[in-house]
């Protein structure tokens, strides 16, 4: 009987995956590390119709066509941009391009999915608002997967309902001589910090090393603290969130684990745990089992990659989504950047 009960559980889960579909076909412009480690898994695991695969050299639209039949692989973004049957396009290439081919896509009026930073400034990003509005673009965000990560999901619902006093956030790389760390590593923590606790000003900043800051930022309810940085090591990279509140802290690390630990007890301001002996209590809130290979315990899943694809096709397909990266929902991590360049250039 057990067993009977299991096989069916596990009959329906594969047919409510199999009976997802996608009417729609769409475009990837790129193919490059990024995009064949975190996005194109997600696309085949959904089935999206992938009609185009869009890159720089004939020799790479030829190798793309041999190794995935199914698919037309072109040079030309306008043979994309022309077809009517295309309503949703993926872009990751080089963060210098983004700009030029997001302006290009939503000019079509085709639903635009870019990958981070979707520009460089915030006059940029402006410029793709605008653009989005004139040619009624249905579908238009930028990939800050963190906004989809379970863990993150989980810590701003308990966040909404909570007293919060200030946070510290760690992120710290190696050094990442290949672009800007400003506008290609930074835009991740905070854009995070912006997408919790809202909208912020820059209290203090000090450049403490080449492309390393110390901030403190003040938001309507919080303050925090920002170590952005890199450099530390990419074998040992952190990126760790601690949030105190009135009920108690929050510690989130690299969105794979988030615990709570209550504020503990007083009795007329005296704090009990100081009066006799105290087990300190941890809540565990979100934990990635790497034991069990199943879809949610997959890095891709846990690090928001999955939700933030799935979001935007069906909202493309016109199907029930939440966009939590839409482009005006960027103007303030953007207004932080350009502070922050602000005071490197300020005598």
């Known amino acids: 009987m057990i067993r009977q009960l299991i096989a069916r559980y596990k009959r329906l889960r ?62 030309s973004l306008d043979s994309i941009l022309v077809d009517e049957t295309v309503k949703g396009v993926f872009v990751s290439v080089s963060p210098s391009a983004h700009f030029l081919i997001a302006s290009r896509v939503l000019r079509s009026g085709k639903s635009l999915f870019i990958e981070k930073p979707p520009c460089l400034s915030e006059e940029e990003l402006n410029q793709l608002i605008d653009l989005q509005t004139l040619h009624r673009s249905p579908v238009a ?23 919060l006093i200030n946070y510290d956030l760690h992120y710290s790389t190696g050094a990442y001589p290949e672009g800007d760390a400003l506008t290609e590593l930074y835009i991740h923590p905070l854009d995070l910090v912006c997408h919790l606790f809202g909208k912020a000003e820059i209290l203090a900043c000090r450049q403490v090393a080449k492309d390393s800051y110390i901030l403190m930022l003040q938001h309507a309810h919080a303050v925090g603290t920002l170590e952005l940085s890199t450099a530390y090591s990419w074998a040992g990279a952190e990126e760790s969130l601690k949030v105190c509140t009135t009920a108690g802290t929050y510690h989130l690390a690299q969105m794979e684990d988030l615990t709570f630990t209550p504020t503990p007890s007083s009795i007329i301001g005296i704090p009990t745990e100081k009066m006799y002996s105290h087990s300190m209590m941890h809540e565990h809130l979100y934990h990635r089992n790497s034991f069990v290979p ?54």
Not at 32 to 40: D, E, K, R, S, V
Not at 308 to 315: D, L, S
């Open 14 to 75: 594969t047919e409510r995956h199999l009976a997802q579909t996608f009417h729609n076909q769409y475009a990837f412009v790129g193919m490059g590390q990024h995009a064949l480690t975190n996005l194109y898994p997600v696309l085949h695991y959904l089935g999206v119709p992938l009609k185009f695969i869009c890159v720089t050299s004939e020799r790479k639209a030829h190798l793309i066509e041999h190794k995935y039949p199914h698919v037309t692989a072109t040079t």
């Open 141 to 163: 965000m930028a990939g800050l997967q963190k906004r989809y990560a379970p863990a993150v999901q989980l810590l701003k619902k308990r966040l909404d309902k909570e007293r």
């Open 294 to 347: 199943t879809l949610p315990n997959n890095q891709i899943y846990s690090q928001g990659y999955f939700n933030e694809i799935a979001a935007f096709v069906h909202a493309v397909e016109g199907k029930r989504a939440t966009i939590e990266g839409s482009l005006s929902s960027l103007s303030h991590p953007y207004h932080i950047i350009r502070n922050i360049i602000k005071t490197k250039t300020d005598p």
